[in-house]
């Protein structure tokens, strides 16, 4: 496999803060057409993992390529979704204009959004459910059509690696429902999505890779095989308390298989 065919490859990647890593030797490739989940325990770096990979944060050593280029040259081939938390819902701003930002590298910088653009943005927003919000100030929606706004803003780009950090985390099960269907969606159309997802138990159901991360890659690799109990205890130690839980899950979805 080419290298400008891998949409994530993370080489010796290394950040630390006040130089106290938070991110140590991180070293992964992620394939084409994957939904990939990332876990790992709170501190674990999955944040500062995407953050990196964007170019958000400076790196202390290592390397990323995403289709086998630094971020910079390629940046309109990614889509993001942030955390919710991170985002100032107070801006005065509809849905609809939120959207319309996921296109501003094909309609430029201080030019007017255009009707095919504002077209875009509303179809978008229908994929995930909420168009009739369309002009409804962003402070207030919903926490779960907030999250659904944002992800209408990256599904808009088009681009082919998405990154999201923790989508599902405060939505209904509606939401999550609707988000599980488009990234299944997207996975059919050849997109490939790298989530930060903290619910252990549906990263079976959800996801066909993962990395499993606890400042250092743990694990990565196909669910089926590198999500099993002695990882899981590797990666969470003593904190995680799902575990007994989650190995239920996983037995269960073996059965239906």
Known sequence: ??????PLSVYDLTVAYHRK??????QFNIPPGSLVGIVGPNGAGKSTLLKAVMDLIPSASGRVEIFGHPY??????VGYVPQRE???WDFPINALDVVAMGLYSKIGWCLPVRKKHRQ????????VGIADLAYRQISQLSGGQQQRTFLARALVQDAELYLMDEPFAAVDAATEQAIVEILQDMKSRGRTSVVIHHDLQTVPDYFDYVVM??????????????FTNDNLQKTYGGRLTLLDEVSEAMRRQERTL
Do not use: F, Q, T, Y
């Open 1 to 6: 496999m080419s290298k400008e065919s891998i």
């Open 21 to 26: 890593p938070v991110i140590w030797d991180v």
């Open 72 to 77: 910079r040259d390629v940046r309109h081939r």
């Open 86 to 88: 991170s985002v100032d």
């Open 120 to 127: 875009a943005a509303l179809e978008a927003l229908r994929r």
């Open 213 to 226: 991360l606890n400042m250092r890659v743990v694990a990565h690799g196909p669910v089926e095989e590198v």
